[in-house]
């Protein structure tokens, strides 16, 4: 009898101890990476690359054609509006590039926000809109390749990268350039800035 007082006793001490204990930490929605092929699907091989990449790190991602930007950017906003996705990187080469800044404009229409840009010789000049953290572009400049401008209101960082010095790179190559892929996988993974909420 006594021994059962004693864990009765000892059974309402744990459940009080752990009513006071600190609560578990929330896991935050993660962050998800749209990526864009160029102007044919097959010419844009590095895409499909970084897309494996960012698979085996866990990251989410969707990949998809340049001409299909709109439903990407319908995704990314529902995506972030219902907290599914609490940080966005967009991804893109050739045409696929400017539909990544295009989906950017269109974001920033509804106040969203994107944590890093990365584009890859995009062939039409374009500004990167002000609603963009970080803005990474790799082109040649010796090619169709074209360096990205700074929007109205930007305050983010922009880098443009000219690797028309590289003779290992082309229009092409330069999604699966080695040295490339793993400076763009490290800025994807440091990529953290909320899309929706008080800056």
Excluded: W
């Amino acid at each position: 009898m006594i021994v059962l007082r004693l864990f009765a006793v000892l059974a309402c001490l744990l459940v009080a101890s752990s009513s006071f204990a600190a609560p578990l930490e929330r896991i935050s929605p993660r962050q998800k990476v749209y990526l864009l092929r160029g102007f044919t699907n097959v010419l844009s091989p590095g895409i499909d690359q970084l897309a494996e990449e960012l698979r085996r790190q866990n990251v989410p991602n969707t990949i998809t054609n340049h001409a299909l930007y709109p439903a990407v950017a319908q995704e990314a906003l529902d995506d972030c509006k219902s907290g599914r996705v609490s940080s966005i990187v967009l991804v893109g080469h050739s045409f696929g590039a400017s539909a990544a800044i295009a989906i950017a404009e269109k974001l920033q229409q509804e106040r969203v926000r994107v944590a890093l840009i990365v584009t890859f010789d995009p062939v039409i000049k374009s500004a990167v809109p002000a609603n963009v953290r970080h803005l990474q572009n790799f082109y040649l400049s010796n090619g169709a390749g074209r360096p990205v401008d700074q929007g109205e209101r930007f305050r983010g960082q922009i880098k443009n990268v000219d690797l028309k010095s590289n003779a290992d790179v082309g229009h092409i190559s330069i999604t699966t350039y080695p040295a490339v892929h793993k400076q763009v996988l490290r800025d994807i993974l440091a990529a953290h800035t909320p899309c929706s909420g008080s800056r």
